[in-house]
Structure formats: C-alpha cells, structure tokens
C-alpha cells in the first residue's frame, strides 16, 4: 500500500502512484494541499507593478516643466509666416491669422492659456524652442523638416481642417514630452471632426 503522497510533489506523480493502490485507496485525498503558486504568482507580480508605477511617476514628463508652466497661464508660440496656413494679421490687432494660428489658439484655451506669439523665420523659432523661449511653433513645417534632430515634432497632419491635403507637423522644445503628447491629442481630436 502506498502512503499519502507529499503535496508538493505534482499530481501526475501523484496519481501515477495512487494508480497502484486499491480503488479506494486510488482517490486523491481532499485534505492534502496542492502546490498552487499562482496566488503568490499574481501577488508578486501586483507587488511589482505598483512599486514601479510609484517609481516612474507621470509618464510623459517635461523635465523642463513646459506644459505645467503654460497651463493657465501663457503659451508662447512662434509662427513662422506660410501662405494659407500662417500669415501676418492686419495693422488693428497684429495677431497673425489662418488655420494653424486658430488651432494653436484652439488649443491654448483647450488648456486654459493666453497666447503670446512671436513671428519669426524657422531657424529663429528652432532657436528659440532650443533656449526655452518658446513653447510651441507653427507654420509651414512639414514631416521632412530639417530641425526634427534639434526639436520634437509632432506626428505628420493632413487631415487638419483648413489644411487642403498638405502635411505639417508642430515643433515642441526637445525633450518636452507631456507637451507634445497633448498637443499631438488635440491635434488628433481636429484631425477626427
């Protein structure tokens, strides 16, 4: 007659011994625990994940505080001038005009902010995204733009209203990912209606 068999040896080997006893003597006894590990499995894995999510913190960041600073407050933007897309605003109020100065306005009241735009050529707007003097830059700038190894870029836009099929993307200072994250959401909440 075999005796009980150890819990932590597996069933298979358990039952394969049981197999040579009578049939009474065959059933697994419910008293005996099984070896289960995925309850602590699950609870370390919990464990884990949590202690790391304490660690990362809010992911996108902007190690320059960018958004943060904007938010409620002022979102300066330089536009650089296009046709169609950016052009000078008239002598009265001196804000530039087109669709891409009204979604950058759009979205600054997305998130509670005044604009102060700047008007500049595009290698004075990279400069000026470089030195943390600027927030945001529109215009002409499309998906092959030379200064996305200086500056982040949003993702490529097509769809944008006002646009007619051509492509821009937006210039954020490097690095400010909370920024671009959000303004790459707004733009693809436009891109949708």
Known sequence: MVGRQP?????????????????????????????????????????????????????PVDPDGTLD????????????????????GSAADDAPRGPLVELATDYAESIDARIEWTPAGEETLVKMLEAGDLDLAIGGFSDQ??????????????DLPGLDGRTVVWLVPAGENALLSDVELFLDGEAAS
């Open 145 to 158: 733009t030379p200064w996305a190894e200086r500056v982040g870029t949003t993702r490529a836009y097509s």
């Open 69 to 88: 600073t904007a938010t409620a407050e002022t979102l300066r933007v330089g536009v650089s001038l296009e046709p169609d897309l950016a052009e000078a």
């Open 7 to 59: 819990w932590w040896m597996p069933r298979s080997t358990r039952l394969i011994a049981a197999s040579a006893t009578t049939e009474a003597e065959s059933m697994i006894d419910p008293d005996v625990p099984r070896c289960t590990l995925r309850g602590g499995a699950v609870t370390f894995t919990a464990a884990v994940i949590l202690s790391l999510t304490g660690c990362l913190g809010t992911v």
